[in-house]
């Protein structure tokens, strides 16, 4: 940092940003804090219905008998579930655009097809994977990975497309070969493209495990909300979508992190 | 001196689906070894088209080329990649020609030293400024030893200072390093100031009109002094009148 004499007019405005930051935080944690507070208190009133809408004191208590029994390991389960999908999803989606790109020929014949898969709910597809992958932990996944796959090589792909003409010419100028266009441009000039699409790709992967789970499981978030919503205990339904909420933005937070340590230069 | 470069009726035709385009019609050009040569004509006439063919990166329609050593491409913008330092840009070409040799980066890093570049080769793109870049993109393509550059108005992008200057230091280096080079420009000052020859071509399709020989007879020559000399501006107007579009 080069940041020495810094003149008054800059320490007024580096103050001004520093305390707009700290009122974006402060407003946030207040909204949180009013609507847990409100929710508390007009449940305790009566004016909410707890047993339909359960209440924060719930909550809270239903979060600390599960965790002495076994809510870890149903977060564990969809966690596990979810990185499988997302992993499987993003490597398949990067190989599939990777040749589309390479065949010219190739993505254009199977572009309307793509089209379709992509607008298709893949929900609908259900009863299939359950017959047949079998019902269990490789139909949730298949249900992961067919939601953000086409996403992911539908994104990957036109990123891929959309790389700057003139840095590929100039590779052509040395006479770099398509391999080495793949690897020294393409590829690199697409990370940013690759984070983008590991970020929509999370919350998809999600999607689809809780899908699935509600589908076919015996075990894990997406299960444990299903069953709180049969045996209607909305405690455990609200617990369950709290939990998800948390493990959806750890990921999220993970995947931005990584971000910052690979892209390191802005 | 032996002709570097022989371009022997070519033309080119551009095919699309709503019709053909026919972007050049018997080009005839000798390049002799060492000469500095710009091209310059209406905008479309086929001058990208022409250095293209020249690089191997497009396929003439007719005619034949006799090319008698390396080609470097210097590309309108200087493309370098953000990703990479400069030091990783400028040996692009060499690890994708496969020639990243010891020899041959010491040969780079020398570039970097004459050309005020070396301290900043740790840097990424984005930290330099437009001239600098520029020059960075040349050793980029200096770095695989061509003999033969081809520069597609290059120096379009700098501001007028900038320009001069970059000029001059590219005219420098092309003399120290004895390479054979062919310019497209829109600048007639520019075009007098560095060649031994301007090449004029007709509008679309692109043809030779005249090629004018450029002799200032002066010692030392460069692109600025050249400029106060009287003859300066007789090629100037001649060349003006030349692109002018109802002539
Ligand atoms: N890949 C291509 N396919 C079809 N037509 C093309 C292609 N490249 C160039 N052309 C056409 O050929 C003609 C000559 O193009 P070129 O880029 O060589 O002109 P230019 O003299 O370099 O123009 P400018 O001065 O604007 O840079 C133009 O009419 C252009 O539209
Ligand atoms: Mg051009």
Known sequence: ?266 | MKNILELKNIGKKYQAKNGEIEALKNINLKVQEGEFVSIIGPSGCGKSTLLSIIAGLEKQTAGEIYKNGEIGYMLQTDSLLPWRTIYKNVLFGLEVRKIKTSENEKYVQELLKKYNLYEFKEKYPSQLSGGMRQRVALIRTLATRPSILLLDEAFSALDYQTRIMVTNDIFQILKNEKITAIMVTHDISEAISMSDRVVVLTNRPGTVKKIHKIDFEMENRNPINCRESPKFSKYFDTIWKELDVHA
């Open chain 1, 1 to 266: 940092m080069r940041e020495k004499n810094i003149s008054e007019e800059r320490k007024k405005y580096l103050r001004q940003i520093k305390k707009n930051k700290i009122l974006v935080v402060l407003t946030r944690l207040a909204i949180v804090i009013v609507f847990i507070a409100g929710w508390e208190i007009l449940a305790n009133i009566g004016v909410i219905d707890s047993f339909i809408a359960s209440s924060p004191t719930r909550i809270w208590n239903t979060f600390i008998n599960l965790s002495s029994s076994d809510l870890m390991m149903h977060v564990g389960v969809t966690c596990l579930e979810t990185l499988i999908g997302f992993t499987l999803g993003t490597i398949l989606g990067i190989a599939i655009a990777i040749v589309l790109w390479w065949s010219k020929f190739l993505s254009k014949v199977l572009e309307p097809f793509l089209v379709i898969l992509n607008s298709l709910p893949k929900v609908a597809l259900g009863p299939v994977i359950i017959i047949w992958v079998g019902a269990g932990m490789p139909a949730i996944i298949t249900m992961a990975l067919l939601i953000s796959l086409i996403v992911t090589v539908m994104e990957i792909l036109n990123g891929f497309l959309e790389t700057d003409k003139e840095k590929i010419k100039m590779a052509q100028t040395f006479n770099a070969n398509k391999f080495q266009t793949l690897t020294k441009i393409i590829i690199p000039a697409n990370i940013p493209t690759f984070f983008n699409s590991l970020k929509v790709n999370i919350g998809l992967s999600l999607v689809g495990v809780i899908t699935g789970e509600f589908l076919v499981s015996k075990a894990g978030l997406g299960y444990l909300i299903v069953y709180g919503g049969q045996v209607f205990q909305l405690d455990l339904v609200m617990t369950g979508v709290i939990i998800l909420a948390i493990v959806a933005a750890i990921m999220y937070q993970a995947v931005v992190i990584t971000e910052r340590i690979i892209v390191k230069r802005s």
